[in-house]
T-cell receptor, first 115, second 112 residues
Framework: SAVISQKPSRDICQRGTSLTIQCQVDSQVTMMFWYRQQPGQSLTLIATANQGSEATYESGFVIDKFPISRPNLTFSTLTVSNMSPEDSSIYLC????????????FGSGTRLTVV | GESVGLHLPTLSVQEGDNSIINCAYSNSASDYFIWYKQESGKGPQFIIDIRSNMDKRQGQRVTVLLNKTVKHLSLQIAATQPGDSAVYFCAEKVTGGFKTIFGAGTRLFVKA
């Protein structure tokens, strides 16, 4: 399975600012997925990022708040814009193993605290 | 900082005992199911998967059972060890779809 490097691992940010999270995969993948995990809760899909096209956002998430870039098949970024304390969460990127095995490999996550 | 799983249901077992973690899935069309383990400060890690044409699958110390009639999934861990302490999530997917849906999660605590 792929190996994912995600950074930063954690950050404390002031409200109103933005943070960009980077995700680097050691192999080429078609789709990358961005999840949010609020404290004590499960994972919620934010968006699916395909190379060469706009990301597809899930209900409750919008591009202005969570712009995503996918410049090539091994890299993606998620920006959390105009942050508020409610954005404090763990953000995770992930990729599927293959077209036949749908398990995910996850990055180690970015723990964001907005103050 | 607050750790993952602080408010999740908790299962506490004695080291060496068997653990059973249960999950109810939501979509009757889901045909692929996965269990993930998440340790503090890490992303979820794949444990075992099962397709809907099976009702049981075994791995190393782990067994997944699937009951499609009642949309229920369980993870059995044999001879539970302290290193098994983590939050466990079930996940479901429809083959050909893009989205994987994660269950609420259960925190497993292993007492030495």
């Amino acid at each position: 399975s792929a190996v994912i490097s995600q950074k930063p691992s954690r950050d404390i940010c002031q409200r109103g600012t933005s943070l960009t999270i980077q995700c680097q995969v050691d192999s080429q993948v078609t789709m990358m997925f961005w999840y949010r995990q609020q404290p004590g809760q499960s994972l919620t899909l934010i968006a699916t990022a395909n190379q060469g096209s706009e990301a597809t956002y899930e209900s409750g998430f919008v591009i202005d708040k969570f712009p995503i870039s996918r410049p090539n098949l091994t890299f993606s970024t998620l920006t959390v814009s105009n942050m508020s304390p409610e954005d404090s969460s763990i953000y995770l990127c992930s990729v599927e193993w293959s077209a036949f095995n749908y398990g995910y490999t996850f990055g180690s996550g970015t723990r964001l605290t907005v103050v | 900082g607050e750790s993952v799983g602080l408010h999740l249901p908790t299962l506490s077992v004695q080291e060496g005992d068997n653990s059973i973690i249960n999950c109810a899935y939501s979509n009757s069309a889901s045909d692929y199911f996965i269990w993930y383990k998440q340790e503090s400060g890490k992303g979820p890690q794949f444990i075992i998967d099962i397709r809907s044409n099976m009702d049981k699958r075994q791995g190393q110390r782990v067994t997944v059972l699937l009951n499609k009639t009642v949309k229920h999934l369980s993870l059995q861990i044999a001879a539970t060890q302290p290193g098994d302490s983590a939050v466990y999530f079930c996940a479901e997917k429809v083959t050909g779809g893009f989205k994987t849906i994660f269950g609420a999660g259960t925190r497993l605590f292993v007492k030495a």
